[in-house]
């Protein structure tokens, strides 16, 4: 299966260090503040910030709730935080460049080939449809997003 536009990401300047933005970030027992999809998650067995660390997110939209695990793959304090859910499927990553202001923080997204064939397994001739789903929402949710990560940290 051909699909396109697999990968996305925009960016906000935040009137905050790199260090600050990263801490608020990387502790995904927040992501619930500012996510409109992922409403809460937790580290497994007690892990935190770090590569090769899992946690859990309970996500929720209109239609449907469910729990992913996710494995963190970049944890560089002030630089950047990523994580695959799955493992292997989706990769949702921040970066965090210096700027006069603040700090320019880049959220990206990237449907990864492990995603596409898990849909193609689960889903059948309905994948691609689901992957359009996920794209559209990860355009919408991203500059959602960013607009609360910048609210909050400016606020704290």
């Not at 500012?34 to 929720?60: I, M």
């Not at 994948?127 to 609360?148: F, K, S, V, Y």
Request: charged letters at 25%; aromatic letters at 12%.
């Amino acid at each position: 299966m051909r699909v396109a536009n697999l990968n996305y990401s925009e960016s906000i300047v935040i009137t905050c260090p790199a260090e600050v933005v990263y801490d608020m970030i990387s502790d995904v027992t927040r992501m619930g503040e500012w996510s409109p999809v992922c409403k809460a998650c937790w580290w497994d067995a007690g892990d935190a910030p770090r590569v090769g660390a899992w946690f859990t997110g309970h996500n929720e939209t209109p239609e449907r709730a469910w729990e992913t695990r996710s494995e963190v793959v970049a944890a560089e304090r002030g630089r950047e935080f990523a994580f695959v859910v799955g493992g292997s499927w989706i990769r949702w990553g921040y970066t965090f460049t210096p700027v006069a202001e603040g700090t320019e923080v880049t959220e990206s997204w990237e449907f990864l080939p492990g995603g596409i064939a898990r849909f193609e397994e689960r889903f059948g001739d309905e994948a691609p449809a689901q992957i359009a789903e996920r794209t559209e929402a990860a355009h919408q949710g991203i500059p959602a997003t960013l607009a609360a990560i910048k609210r909050v940290a400016e606020s704290e």
